[in-house]
């Protein structure tokens, strides 16, 4: 078996149309990590691993009375991975490609090709230095309660929903980086049935990685759907999602720019839940006080 080869330092094809920030953010972290030589060791050392495991799944097979069945699964899973480690930077990446081209697909057919959250963010900050979005935090100083509580929630939207993208697209880079250097040394345990465990695991935390891009892209597909997905349709209908009706225009995009970091921030958690296959109960409780809060908020500020 050899090292890595050249192809791990190059984006593949289904790399370089992703359109996401979070997206490129990875495409870039994983460049720095093959340049630095962390794949290429990575995987030689994992093909040492690789030869004991195989080994200790033949040791498995004669500890059983000399299963043949145990004794040609572990030379098959010899074999699958050991392909996967000549190839393991083309093969990670192609695996991730697919579900970027999935996730753009969606977002092609339903939002136009763009970002909705990233589009969101600018028309959000384009709002406020026409609209002088200082003079809505004047309640702050007043010290009227409803003008105090419609400052906060205005500042806390306005500010939550940057930090919350920045972290989303830091977590995904972070996940998916540890998922890409440790991948050699974990898959390399496969052959051996003591450890094959800690690979299945992997693979499933290489699941719900890739899902969280899916999701994103389906959050704005849904956003664009129901036509919420830039300021100005928010500002247009005068509600969100049919919550917050009457409340003032800054305040509007406050609110809303809540709802939508907390759809960012729950992509993780629910894409663990997807691939886990116990989303029912969680996508129920998180509806149902979101739903209840919106309405409560909303009515505080009715005119």
Known sequence: MGGSNAAEHQFDVAAQIAMFYFQQLFNTALGGIDAGGATAGAVQVAEYVLLASLLFGVYEAWARGGDTRALGAAAMRYFVIGLVMLNYGTAFRGVNGMFNNVANFIDNSTAGGGD????????????????????????????????????????????????????????????????????????????????????????INLMIFNAWGLLYSIFGALMAAINMNSVSTVLASDNFVGAFNGVSGSLLLGLASILLSLCIALIPFLARRIVEGDVGTTMWSVVSTTVVAARGVGSLFKK
Request: overall charge negative; proline content about 3%; glycine content about 12%.
């Open 116 to 203: 909705v959250f990233a589009n969101w963010m600018g028309d959000l900050s384009t709002y406020w230095n026409n609209n002088n979005g200082m003079q809505a935090l004047w309640g702050m100083i007043t010290g009227a309660f409803s003008g105090l509580l419609e400052s906060l929630l205005l500042l806390v939207g306005y500010l939550v929903f940057p930090v919350t993208y920045a972290l989303f697209s830091l977590f995904y880079t972070l996940y998916g980086s540890i998922l890409y250097v440790v991948g050699p040394f974990v898959l390399a345990l496969y052959p051996a049935f003591g450890f094959g465990q800690l690979a299945r695991t992997y693979l």
